[in-house]
């Protein structure tokens, strides 16, 4: 079975500083893994995706992710926050054949602060 | 183009009712899938359908079921409703098949409360 661990449920930071949100992954095959944005009363929206190519992925807005293997670890990163950037943040991993199986994280509320 | 469109957008029912949601999805787009999310809490896959055939289901009761349409819309059923039913329900389309190479566009989400 396939699972994510979104580490912390909230983080804050201010405007220009660094995001960093930590997503740590369990899969039994080679997973490929997403990262997706939610706005106040949207949809989910792909933020960016690792399928087993490139280790770093860039995203949109300036979002990016490295997958590392030894930490099974998906982070995703900023250099600098902006206000639009406030939204929650989910993590999901799939084993690749099949969308029906993507399992998503519960989540991280990012705030920044002006 | 529009994107992904869910009706209602709100909804409140009492326990024991039956809730229809309707999806209809980018044009073009062929496969539709159904997600729950409680409050707090990531997506959970329901049902996937495309080209009107049902293409995966997650660990979800009977009570809940879904169909496809010609124009590839898409009804979500959920029957004796129960106050852990209350989420935001997401519709998602996609281009075609079931791999992760297609991918998702998610609708705004219908929110149903019950009481």
């Known amino acids: 079975a396939q699972s994510v661990t979104q580490l912390g449920s909230h983080v804050s930071v201010s405007e220009g500083a660094l995001v960093l949100l930590r997503c740590n992954y369990s899969?039994?095959?080679?997973?490929?893994l997403f990262w997706y944005v939610q706005y106040p009363n949207q949809g989910l929206q792909l933020l960016l995706k690792?399928?087993?190519?490139?280790?770093l992925v860039k995203g949109i807005n300036g979002f990016e992710a490295e997958f590392k293997k030894s930490e099974t670890s998906f982070h995703l990163t900023k250099p600098s926050a902006h206000m639009s950037d406030a939204a929650e943040y989910f993590c999901?991993?799939?084993?690749?054949?099949?969308?029906?199986?993507?399992?998503f994280g519960a989540g991280t509320r990012l705030t920044v602060k002006p | 183009d529009a994107g992904v469109t869910q009706s209602p957008t709100h909804l409140i029912k009492t326990r024991g009712q039956h809730v229809t949601l309707r999806c209809s999805p980018i044009?073009?787009?062929?496969?539709v899938s159904w997600y729950q999310q409680v409050l707090g809490q990531g997506p959970q896959f329901i049902f996937q359908?495309?080209?009107?055939?049902?293409?995966g289901r997650g660990n979800f009761p009977d009570r809940f079921s879904a169909r496809q349409f010609p124009n590839y819309s898409s009804e979500l059923n959920v029957n004796a409703l129960l106050l852990g039913d209350s989420a935001l329900y997401l519709c998602?389309?996609?281009?075609?098949?079931?791999?992760?190479?297609?991918?998702?566009?998610f609708g705004p989400g219908t929110r149903l409360t019950v009481t």
């Open positions: 690792y399928t087993s190519a490139a280790t």
């Open positions: 899969s039994s095959v080679p997973p490929y």
């Open positions: 998602a389309s996609s281009l075609a098949g079931t791999g992760v190479a297609y991918e998702q566009y």
């Open positions: 359908y495309y080209e009107k055939e049902e293409r």
């Open positions: 999901a991993v799939s084993d690749g054949r099949n969308n029906n199986d993507m399992r």
């Open positions: 044009s073009g787009h062929k496969s």
